[in-house]
C-alpha cells in the first residue's frame, strides 16, 4: 500500500522558518522524482519544488530548500523567510518518469500570520 505521510506544518509568524517532511512507504522511494506542491485558498495547486531520483533540484521558490533521504524514504522541504502569501496546504507528490506511476500525500496546512 502506497503512502505519503507529511508532518511539519503548522502556525508561524511571518519571517519564520519551517521544515515539512514526507515519509514514503509502499514504493522504490529511491527511483521516484518528489516533488512540493502547495495550494492557496481559491488558488490552483502550484509547484514549489523538485527533486529528481539522482538529486537534481529544481526550486521555484528561493526561499525554499527541498532535499531527500533515500535510507530514510523522507523528502523534506525547508522553508525560511516565510510570509503570508506562503499560507497553503503543502502537498508531497511522487512520480516514476519511467513507469509513470505517481501518488499525491494528503497535505499538511501551512499558515504564516502574527
Known amino acids: 500500500q502506497v503512502q505519503l505521510v507529511e508532518s511539519g506544518g503548522g502556525l508561524v509568524q511571518p519571517g519564520g522558518s519551517l521544515r515539512l517532511s514526507c515519509a514514503a512507504s509502499?514504493?522504490?522511494?529511491?527511483?521516484?522524482?518528489m516533488s512540493w506542491y502547495r495550494q492557496a485558498p481559491g488558488k490552483e495547486r502550484e509547484l514549489v519544488a523538485t527533486?529528481?531520483?539522482?538529486g537534481i533540484i529544481t526550486n521555484y521558490e528561493a526561499r525554499f530548500t527541498i532535499s531527500r533521504d533515500n535510507g530514510k524514504n523522507t523528502v523534506y522541504l525547508q522553508m525560511n523567510s516565510l510570509k503570508p502569501e506562503d499560507t497553503a496546504v503543502y502537498y508531497c507528490?511522487?512520480?516514476?518518469?519511467?513507469?509513470?506511476?505517481?501518488?499525491w500525500g494528503q497535505g499538511t496546512q501551512v499558515t504564516v500570520s502574527s
Open positions: 509502499g514504493f522504490t522511494f529511491s527511483r521516484y522524482a
Open positions: 507528490y511522487a512520480v516514476s518518469f519511467t513507469t509513470g506511476a505517481n501518488y
Open positions: 527533486i529528481t531520483s539522482v
